[in-house]
């Protein structure tokens, strides 16, 4: 089992690219979620999904999408990055619904200048 | 909206010693939650609490879910050298996965 796995493990990008994240999951978990990073900060929820084909959003979820056509996979997409974007961002999973996020993706560095 | 308090920000430890952390707030939760963070790597999780008043460990960590469903602590016996790193502690409410709320963590060092 690989676990979770996030790619790439680092990135830059000027302002206004696109980019997408990308999450998968090898452990047949129905739940999985984006949470970013800040310095000082504890992680904050961007979006999150119960099953395939059903995703929501979290705490902070402006300038993000995601979808979850699989059950592996769950992409977050940057439509239009800016600096405020430049940040450490981790996908979790967990078995399912109500269960609590026990493993976390090494994370994607991202920095936007 | 919901808030953790998490104290101490950081502390430096010595090897034998004995450590330990809290995590407070003014909502209360349903489940308490114990990470820990090594330099570039996901957080992974320690304990999870699910009853007021629950104390649970695992090996030299021990955490209790508080009376009152607003606090939690995280105790580490015999600190060792990988025992440094971030721990974070994060409250769930009942019925909502996405409201995972984490505190600021707790920066564990060696003494110099």
Redo the contacts between chains.
């Keep these: 089992n690989a676990g ?1 796995t996030q790619t790439p493990k680092f990135q830059v990008l000027k302002t206004g690219q696109s980019m997408t994240l990308q999450c998968a999951q090898d452990m047949n978990h129905e ?1 999985m ?1 984006w949470y970013r990073q800040d310095p ?6 961007i979006h ?1 999904s ?1 099953g395939a084909g059903i995703t ?4 902070v979820p402006n300038g993000y999408n995601v979808s979850r056509s699989t059950t592996e996979d769950f992409p977050l997409r940057l439509l239009s990055a800016a600096p405020s974007q430049t940040s450490v961002y ?1 996908c ?1 999973s967990s078995y399912s ?2 269960q ?8 994607t560095r991202l920095t936007v200048v | 909206g919901q808030q953790l308090n998490q104290s101490p920000q950081s502390m430096f430890i010595q090897e034998g010693e004995d450590v330990s952390m809290n995590c407070t707030s003014s909502s209360i939760f349903n489940t308490w939650l114990w990470y820990k963070q090594d330099p570039g790597e996901g957080p992974v999780l320690l304990i999870a609490l699910y009853k007021a008043g629950e104390l649970t460990s695992n090996g030299r960590l021990t955490a209790q879910f508080g009376i009152t469903r607003k606090d939690s602590f995280l105790n580490i016996s015999a600190s060792i050298p990988s025992d440094v790193g971030i721990y974070f502690c994060a409250g769930q409410t009942r019925g909502s996965q996405g409201n995972l709320i984490f505190g600021k963590g707790t920066k564990l060092s060696v003494k110099p």
Excluded: I, K, N, T
């Excluded at chain 1, 609590?100 to 994370?107: C, D, I, N």
């Design positions: 979770v739940y979620s000082g900060m504890g992680l904050r929820l999150y119960v929501d959003q979290g705490e981790f979790a619904f109500g609590p996020e026990a493993f976390f993706g090494q994370g």
